[in-house]
């Protein structure tokens, strides 16, 4: 094992960082405050640095971990009791110290991200804790900010439409603007490796996983997107020093099972991969991407040994390095996730990862006995040391190219300068403006009008809100409407309504003057589906909005008008209601297609199918 003490996580001053980390910013020829091509940093002293490391720090540097607690040296004691339970330490800065891993990766859950100041001395307590080890190196700290229904730092954040949302509104410039400033907000909390784009092509209405966090089905539009979030987070001024990451590969779009809780096949030909899945990860590396997750699901056109393609040497290594050309990190999904624990132990998998072609190990359910399995790899002569290295010099690319090595600490200065200000929420809500899809407007419902129907009220599901905004969905959106002039009120019905929680909100709508519903993954026995009609026969004008998924309007045929806004998050319902009130028209065009509920072989709303006003 690893040198098992703490260590001091006080912010030390620069000079101390210096010495501490035995001169890195020398040996990297990085000067202070110079203007060093980070870019293109100089192998040979990287694999100097690789030298002077011992085995055991090899190995730790391979892992990205989980931690509970919002401060890397005194968390609460409920965040103590399960580090010490699921991995052996205290706090994050023992963590840095006995296992001595690569990278962090911060959670909601783990209460890792309380609000952005905190999240700020978090990163810099965790940097702190491993700089001032013998040999220390810097943190490559990560989170999935995907935006939609998966962040992991909410409110006072900006947050922006999710992917499917970006995908109706079908502007390359907005998914370039999405990951410059995402990437800006990142960058001045210490999350330097955002788990973003998604560049699944979404072609299965039943993927449990992907949906509405994926641009879309069409390849093409899908490819376009991703490159242009890669460039937003990889390229711009204030982003750069934040890696993006395609994920996940080789494509997880078309799928019915859940890689969290099963064992996914995919059964695309190589030449429908080629066709539909590759496309956006090729877009992703002529981008420049500086690192792509692998996917927990099996592909036997590409592999058929029954492997998932994160242990897969002939897709990680034989087709995604050889023959896309493509040297940068490759990241595994999380290793805790059952895809990948299917058909080995949780001490094998970190090790076939690795032979597969893999450099970063994420989040294994127990990181004691992933850590000591590589060890024992290469102590048995399975791994080679040198094998090790060649991801070191990946990883340690990356963050010299990120200049963590001159750059490892945030400020609170930055934070205020940087996160949730004025310009970018604005910049979120004009996005949001161009994705809402209207799919129905029979007899021109809508916009609705303040003078001929005042009083609305909003039912529907309230699922939890997915990334810190303030919900639930059917306050937020009788809240916007109320700003707009009407006057709103808010009846959650929930997700399965009970027969008399839908005579309720019936016997509620006749004082209203218009029913605004949200639905929530409608299916052709759900009891949202028998509130909508119910809704319908009391004569009220209903309008649907579907908060995920755009395919919930198959199921409500006699609905006079309804929205797809592809997300419950505050940003896009407060653009939906300003669709909804006719503040700005609908812009979005659907990114999938809908099938029928009657016969899913028929297409009812083609990719491209939204309407407008005055027209429909």
């Known amino acids: 094992m690893p040198d098992t003490s703490p260590g001091n996580t006080a912010r030390p001053a620069r000079r101390t960082v210096l010495t501490a980390t035995t001169g890195l910013t020398t040996a990297l020829a990085l000067p202070l405050g110079g203007t060093a091509h980070a870019s293109a940093p100089d192998d040979r002293k990287l694999r100097a640095l690789i030298a002077r490391m011992t085995l055991p720090e090899k190995v730790g540097q391979l892992f990205v971990m989980r931690v509970y607690g919002h401060s890397a040296t005194t ?43 905190q999240i700020a001395d978090l990163s810099n307590g965790i940097q702190g804790a491993s700089l001032t080890q013998p040999r220390g190196l810097p943190v490559l700290i990560s989170t999935d900010q995907e935006h939609g229904i998966v962040c992991r730092v909410g409110e006072p954040a900006t947050l922006f439409p999710g992917a499917m949302a970006i995908g109706a509104g079908g502007s390359r410039s907005d998914a370039r603007t999405l990951g410059r400033i995402a990437g800006q907000e990142l960058r001045a909390l210490g999350i330097r490796q955002n788990y973003s784009p998604v560049a699944d092509v979404n072609v299965n209405p039943a993927n449990p996983v992907i949906g509405v966090r994926s641009f879309g089905a069409d390849p093409h539009a899908v490819a376009g997107l991703v490159a242009a979030e890669v460039a937003g987070y990889q390229r711009s001024p204030h982003a750069r020093q934040v890696a993006a990451t395609a994920k996940h590969f080789p494509g997880h779009g078309d799928t019915a099972v859940d890689s969290h809780y099963g064992f996914p096949v995919i059964t695309h030909t190589r030449a429908q991969w080629e066709s539909l899945d590759a496309p956006p990860f090729r877009a992703a590396i002529r981008a420049g991407i500086d690192s792509i997750m692998t996917a927990h699901i099996m592909v036997p056109a590409l592999d058929d040994s029954g492997d998932p393609a994160t242990l897969s040497r002939p897709i990680l290594t034989g087709i995604l390095r050889e023959e896309l050309g493509y040297d940068g990190l490759v990241v595994t999904d999380s290793l805790g996730m059952e895809g990948v624990r299917t058909k080995y132990g949780d001490d094998r998998v970190p090790v076939l990862a690795l032979k597969a072609g893999v450099d970063q190990l994420l989040n294994p359910p127990s990181l004691d006995i992933a850590w000591n399995a590589v060890l024992k790899a290469v102590q048995d002569g399975e791994l080679t040391e040198a094998r090790l290295d060649e991801s070191l010099l990946r990883i340690l690319r990356l963050k010299a190219k990120l200049r963590l090595f001159e750059e490892p600490y945030v400020s609170q200065g930055g934070v205020d300068r940087n996160v949730g200000t004025r310009s970018h929420l604005a910049a979120a809500d004009r996005i949001a403006e161009r994705t809402t899809t209207l799919l129905v407007n029979d007899g021109r419902l809508l916009p609705l009008s303040r003078r001929t129907h005042p009083k609305v009220l909003v039912v529907g599901a309230d699922p939890a809100s997915p990334s810190g905004t303030t919900g639930p969905p059917t306050g937020v959106l009788a809240a916007a409407l109320t700003e707009l002039g009407f006057t709103a009120t808010a009846l959650s019905t929930g997700t399965s309504p009970s027969a008399a929680t839908v005579a309720r909100a019936v016997e509620a709508a006749r004082t209203a003057d218009a029913v605004v519903v949200g639905t929530y993954n409608v299916t052709a026995s759900s009891t949202q589906k028998t509130l909508v009609e119910q809704l319908l026969a009391s004569g009220r004008p209903v309008v649907a909005v579907a908060v995920r998924n755009p395919y919930d309007v198959a199921h409500l045929p006699t609905v006079r008008a309804c929205l797809a806004s592809y997300s419950w998050t505050d940003v896009e319902l407060r653009a939906a209601a300003r669709v909804i009130a006719g503040r700005v028209a609908p812009r979005g065009r659907l990114p999938v297609p809908v099938q029928r509920a009657d016969d899913p072989t028929r297409v009812l709303y083609p990719v491209g199918h939204g309407l407008s006003y005055g027209r429909g």
């Open 75 to 117: 968390p609460d004691q409920a965040d103590i009791d399960a580090n010490l339970k699921e991995i052996g330490v205290r706090t994050a800065a023992e963590l840095v110290a006995r296992y001595r891993v690569g990278g962090i990766i911060y959670f909601t859950w783990a209460h890792n991200t309380r609000d952005p100041h």
